[in-house]
């Protein structure tokens, strides 16, 4: 018999990479609750990918502040996503597939946000001080495994959708008030929407197909023959 914790351990076993990240998460968010206030604000700014960060040591700040967030208590919704989306898509395209999604859009989105703030900041529409603004987190990487989770939904569902991601990251861009993140989130998206050759041989979600033939349990008999009259062979 198959108990909930068996079902557990095979679910972990089957996205490694989500749990070992989410695992890392965890521990950094521990770390975040019990610091000081200075402690915190120090941590946050030097795991940060801010253009700042990004100038003195890119790959360090783009590779480190994937593993931190900013509010320990949004742990449990993090982990909700995490499950939901990084490990099915871990599951669906295997872990190295996965992490290259994961990883473009995690530096796309970076790099490019953080542009668009340094052409903002030169020409006087947000203040200097945002070179040291405070970028950590690994929504970008949730928002492109939703991106290429389209991938994964059978038609015509997948259309819908691509809609309800499409208007829940894009809004934002369109209603005012944008922000850098925003951008960020959008990017990512695209980025997994892109993805769609990483799927290629992969079957997505369909209806349940009931396999042909008699019950589960019921053995099929084959019919008993028919027994074979001989003939009589005359006598020479």
């Not at 749990?19 to 610091?35: D, K, Q």
């Not at 502040?65 to 900013?70: A, D, K, P, V």
């Not at 951008?183 to 050759?197: F, K, N, T």
Request: aromatic share 10%.
């Amino acid at each position: 018999m198959v108990t909930a914790a068996d079902r557990i351990r095979r679910w972990v076993r089957s996205s490694p990479g989500t749990h070992i990240w989410l695992l890392i998460i965890g521990i950094t968010s521990l770390v975040i609750a019990a610091a000081s206030e200075g402690l915190e604000t120090f941590l946050l700014h030097r795991t940060s990918s801010n253009i700042y960060a990004l100038t003195k040591h890119p790959l360090q700040s783009l590779l480190i502040s994937g593993f931190w967030i900013e509010s320990p208590s949004s742990f449990l919704l993090y982990a909700v996503l995490f499950e939901v989306l990084h490990a099915n898509v871990e599951r669906w395209l295997g872990t190295l597939r996965w992490l290259v999604t994961v990883a473009v859009a995690h530096v796309a989105a970076t790099l490019i946000s953080q542009e668009v703030l340094l052409l903002s900041i030169q020409e006087h529409a947000v203040p200097r001080s945002m070179k040291h603004v405070v970028d950590i987190g690994v929504s970008y990487g949730l928002a492109a495994s939703a991106g290429v989770l389209a991938y994964r939904v059978a038609r015509p569902w997948r259309w819908a959708y691509v809609l309800a991601v499409t208007l829940f990251f894009g809004l934002p861009l369109v209603t005012g008030g944008t922000t850098y993140t925003d951008l960020g989130h959008a990017i990512s998206l695209a980025v997994g929407l892109a993805c769609w050759p990483l799927t290629r041989g992969r079957r997505p979600w369909g209806p349940v197909r009931w396999p042909k033939g008699p019950p589960v349990g019921v053995r099929r008999t084959a019919a008993p023959e028919r027994p074979r009259s001989r003939r009589s062979r005359s006598s020479p």
